[in-house]
């Protein structure tokens, strides 16, 4: 278990977490987080409360939006949202490129790159919520308010 602390994506996300607030820590999960599904069921909690990090492409731009693990996010309300015509999923390699995460691993903060970050307004109705923390079987337990105040994410109405 301890090796995944040793990883440079774990490093990378646990650095922005200790700057943010000193007492937030890594779970190193038994069994992997790859889905929300296997997180809900790893963590033994709601599949709402995993948060999922979806990367898309806008045009030329990337972003990331913060979903709930129980919903889908609205292609349409995304582009409503963003003001843009093209919007669709980054693939698996712009995901590594653009954030520095494999998908499955792909956390809420440490990205290579600075992105904008929305967020599914649907977590607040969570005490906690569990993001990916840059590795399939890590995640990293937070509030709703902290997460939008570490991501600088906006909150949004962009699910199905």
């Given at each position: 278990m301890s090796e995944l602390f040793k990883k440079d994506t774990v490093i990378r996300v646990e650095k922005c977490l200790?700057?943010?607030k000193s007492d937030l820590k890594i779970i190193a999960l038994e069994t992997t987080a790859r889905t929300a599904k296997d997180a809900a069921n790893s963590l033994k909690c709601?599949?709402?409360a995993i948060v999922k990090s979806l990367v898309f492409k806008a045009e030329n731009e990337f972003l990331i939006c913060l979903i709930a693990g129980d919903k889908r996010c609205s292609l349409n309300k995304l582009k409503k949202?963003?003001?843009k015509k093209d919007v669709?999923?980054?693939n698996a390699n712009e995901v590594k490129e653009i954030t520095?995460?494999?998908i499955g691993g792909?956390?809420?903060i440490g990205h290579l790159n600075k992105l904008d970050i929305i967020i599914d307004k649907s977590l607040s109705r969570f005490e906690y919520i569990y993001g990916?923390?840059?590795h399939p079987d890590c995640v990293f337990k937070i509030n709703?308010?902290?997460l939008i105040n570490l991501t600088n994410g906006l909150e949004k109405e962009i699910i199905e």
């Open positions: 200790k700057k943010f709601e599949l709402g949202t963003l003001n669709s999923m980054a520095g995460f494999s792909v956390s809420p990916a923390a840059g709703y308010v902290d």
